[in-house]
């Protein structure tokens, strides 16, 4: 070191003290990640922020990435050493300059330190030379894409990674010449050098740093114009009928969205572009980023095969991420413990849109069967959270992602929207969008906005629905006298026991056998009397929560169980088949084995492909989870062939062109039968089907669902030689190649390979495709296989905090749930137990995933061995 980087770093060393406490943990070291004690005091001093970003990315993912950069700012005076955040090593770093003078390199608990000596009053540069750190650039052979949510920017060039400190972007990529790229900005020009070009894209809007992103690689590139709005896709498929499928529904399924969010905010698109790329097992179904939305390839290419319920998906999940466009990134969280508040809105709008955009839908019924499963499966475990979570530190930020703020925030938003009335909401979300428009905002500074349009008490409404976890139990009290009722009284409770009460409205249908009478209660007190049920006829039987807009844990009436084919509302079936299997769960009234035998025999009654969905998806979670494995062979022998009945059943106008409802009903219950099957006949159905790529009458099967199959057969050690082998020599695609070929050790059924393919998964490097493991573990610990993959969890819960420093948002649960879904023994239940009791320090939100995820153990090991 020369004696100026000694004397530099002396007065860096001596300013840092003088006002360390704002920056610093309580014991004076700089913190790792970004706490919010940094953040706060960081938008004190920054302002007018801009990024140029140059990276030259070289054809083989594992040579490194030389990198440059400069930002731009405005920085108030301030005692405080700045602070860039990289997560990386510091040899990643090669030279720094501020305005234009080389100073030394300062880096600690991964901050790059900048001392006040070399900063002015005003504006000002820093210059940075770098490798960029690969752990968010997901590199692969022939391409790579960002990721970079929630704090993920400063794992790839130092920056100031925090959602309040907007910026302009300006990048400059430098890839093989053969190669496509986008990023939140258009292609301002472009210049090739050999085998090498340099795309310099166009400065972005302000946008927060988790939403700046790039994918490059060989992509194919299609571009359409909609509504004077020209759109371009980058994708990968090679399946020339799912390219032919899929590609005008992509196109129009975005510029609807467009179309009604414009109409919806009164505020045109913000953004100069509006492009997205399909990536293949990309970590998440899609991310928002501005003007640049990824996707997971197989969630926008659907083949011939794919059913209304799939359809409707795609039409969701593009519904969701153009949303964002207004709702996260328009109007951005000010800090991470509101990142519901940009999800909530993206899913509350998406629903609106895809009831606009999709009119063959039944926009009630999606939303029960898309929201509320998924949202109890948080909500009843001993790990639930609620919507509005504290955060201190950002690296700790994707420990607030699950069911919670993806779906029991939009069941609250509904509440809310039933509350204040469609158009004072609409009226109230308009304001605050306008008003924080490419700003910040706060769930507080939208509620303020909204109890001005309401005469509601959403201060105390808003503590038990977003600050409060858990969900309600309700009971019932009904009077009968000379065939009416005399009374009818609804109570509420928390089902921990506890007081609370939740304010909400909901319905309750008295069915007849000519008709139904349907009753709204308001439920704004712990217990309400229907006084406009007094002196009506007793009904046949009662239906609790027959809108679907109810949210708890509602009585079933035992005379509507043989009943329920009867009802003729599918929004109310759906509501009925939800809470007789949480009531179930809670091991109340109905016990899995009767369930079992009453689905069955709907299997074949039910016409709404979104019930079927819920039927199958619980009845194969009764077979597998909530039956014991000696009894187990029964059961499943009697599915298979209620499935295979049903499917049959199902008619169709003509052999090779079934009704669309009615291929995907079939669709359904063949992979129920898939699922289940455990039978020598239905096994041997099954490989004739593969063997001979033959589907069933009206069956529609792809490559996928080939290879879907081959899997189910290979975790049954099905005895034909070679079976993933040969399906691997029949897919096409090599992106999908590649994924059968990382799952294949998982699936053999030699122990000591897939003992050796778990043990492979505590080097990083091998999980580096999260989609790819979190798949092979499923199949790895399928029910199937529990007597030689129970000693792999120990290990597995283990690694948990690894992945979480290691890993995207959703990989921690994702992790968990493939690894425990599917263990029933009070031996798994004791393990998760002691592993929280010895570990009585074990990191918060973590333990709560870890509880969430092994909910389902708990509950199977205590209705089948402690009933």
Not at 12 to 25: C, D, K, V
Not at 425 to 454: H, M, P, Q, V
Not at 632 to 645: I, N
Not at 837 to 853: C, G, I, V, W
Request: aromatic share 10%.
């Amino acid at each position: 070191m020369t004696r100026y980087g000694i004397t530099a770093l002396l007065l860096f060393l001596s300013i840092m003290g003088g006002n360390a406490q704002t920056t610093t943990s309580k014991n004076g070291q700089i913190e790792t990640g970004v706490s919010q004690t940094l953040a706060k005091a960081r938008k004190q001093t920054i302002s007018q922020l801009a990024y140029a970003l140059k990276f030259d990315i070289p054809e083989q993912k594992n040579q490194p990435i030389p990198s440059t950069e400069s930002i731009t700012f405005n920085w108030a005076k301030n005692a405080a050493p700045l602070q860039l955040d990289f997560k990386e090593e510091r040899s990643h770093l090669q030279a720094v300059s501020v305005n234009q003078k080389s100073i030394p390199i300062v880096f600690e608990n991964e901050h790059l330190l900048i001392s006040t000596a070399f900063l002015k009053p005003g504006k000002n540069v820093i210059s940075i030379q770098f490798t960029a750190g690969n752990l968010s650039l997901n590199r692969n052979d022939d391409y790579l894409y960002t990721l970079l949510v929630p704090d993920r920017a400063r794992t790839v060039f130092p920056c100031f990674d925090q959602p309040d400190l907007k910026a302009i972007f300006q990048l400059t990529l430098t890839v093989p010449k053969t190669w496509h790229a986008m990023t939140n900005a258009a292609v301002q020009d472009s210049s090739e050098t050999g085998e090498r070009k340099t795309l310099r894209f166009r400065t972005s809007e302000q946008i927060p740093t988790y939403l700046f992103a790039f994918v490059a690689g060989k992509f194919k590139s299609v571009k359409r114009t909609l509504n004077n709005r020209a759109m371009t896709l980058l994708h990968r498929e090679t399946d020339t009928s799912k390219i032919r499928l899929s590609l005008d529904p992509i196109f129009n399924l975005h510029a609807d969205a467009v179309r009604f969010l414009e109409d919806y905010t009164q505020i045109p698109y913000p953004f100069q572009k509006l492009d997205f790329a399909a990536v293949p097992d990309f970590q998440y179904g899609g991310m928002e980023h501005v003007g640049a939305i990824d996707y997971r390839s197989s969630s926008l290419f659907l083949d011939s095969g794919a059913t209304r319920d799939q359809k409707l998906s795609r039409a969701t999940l593009i519904s969701h991420e153009t949303a964002h466009m207004w709702f996260g990134d328009l109007v951005t969280m000010r800090w991470f413990d509101d990142v519901w508040l940009k999800e909530v809105f993206a899913n509350f709008m998406a629903d609106k849109i895809t009831e606009v955009s999709s009119p063959e839908a039944n926009y009630d019924l999606q939303f029960v069967v898309d929201h509320f499963p998924a949202a109890y499966a948080v909500d009843r475990t001993e790990g639930a959270n609620p919507i509005g979570q504290p955060l201190a530190n950002l690296q700790e930020a994707g420990t607030l992602y699950g069911g919670i703020i993806y779906h029991k925030a939009p069941i609250m938003m509904r509440q809310l929207e039933r509350l204040m009335g469609k158009e004072a909401l609409r009226d109230g979300l308009r304001e605050y969008l306008k008003k924080y428009a490419f700003s910040n905002a706060t769930w507080a500074d939208l509620i303020a906005i909204l109890d001005a349009r309401t005469q509601t008490d959403l201060a105390a409404w808003n503590r038990v629905w977003v600050s409060e976890t858990g969900r309600p139990k309700f009971t019932y009290q009904l009077d009968k006298q000379d065939g009416k009722i005399t009374r009818f009284t609804i109570s509420q409770l928390g089902e921990d026991g506890s007081n609370r009460l939740w304010p909400q409205g909901f319905e309750v249908a008295l069915v007849y056998p000519d008709h139904v009478d349907e009753l709204t209660v308001n439920m704004n007190q712990s217990s309400v009397t229907l006084m406009e049920a007094v002196g009506k006829a007793a009904p046949s039987f009662v239906v609790f929560n027959s809108s679907g807009q109810g949210y708890g844990l509602f009585p079933v009436d035992t005379l509507m169980i043989s009943q329920l084919s009867t009802i003729k509302n599918p929004v109310t079936r759906a509501a009925s088949y939800i809470n007789l299997h949480e009531n179930m769960l809670s091991g109340q009234l109905v016990t899995p084995s009767p369930l079992s035998t009453v689905y069955q025999q709907l299997l074949g009654k039910e016409s709404e492909e979104l019930n079927l969905r819920l039927l199958t998806t619980d009845l194969s979670d009764l077979v597998w989870n909530f039956t014991r494995p000696e009894n187990r062979p029964a059961l499943a022998a009697s599915v298979e062939q209620a499935a295979w009945q049903a499917m049959e059943q199902q008619t169709v106008s003509a052999p090779s062109s079934p009704e669309p409802s009615s291929r995907g009903k079939k669709k359904l219950l063949f992979r129920l039968y898939q699922n289940i099957a455990l039978s020598r006949e239905a096994q041997g159905r099954l490989y004739a089907i593969w063997n001979d790529q033959k589907a069933p009458t009206g069956v529609t099967l792809t490559e996928d669902d080939y290879t879907a199959l081959a899997l189910a057969l290979a975790v049954r050690d099905y005895p034909a030689e070679g079976i993933l082998t040969k399906q691997l020599a029949r897919i096409k695609n090599p992106d999908r190649q590649k994924r059968l070929q990382f799952m294949m050790p998982a699936l053999s059924s030699n122990v000591a390979e897939r003992d050796a393919f778990f043990a492979s998964l505590s080097n990083e490097a091998n999980r580096e495709r999260e989609a790819y493991v979190t798949t092979a573990l499923g199949y790895l610990h399928h029910p199937l296989r529990s007597a030689t993959s129970a000693k792999y969890v120990a290990k597995s819960l283990e690694l948990l905090e690894e992945i979480q420093r290691t890993g995207d948002i959703f990989f921690p649960e994702s992790w968990l749930r493939s690894t425990l879904s599917n263990y029933q023994t009070p031996e798994t239940a004791q393990l998760v137990r002691r592993f929280l009791s010895d570990r009585p320090t074990y990191n918060t939100r973590l333990k709560a995933k870890l509880l969430q995820a092994a909910d389902g153990t708990f509950r199977a090991s205590k209705l089948l061995y402690h009933p």
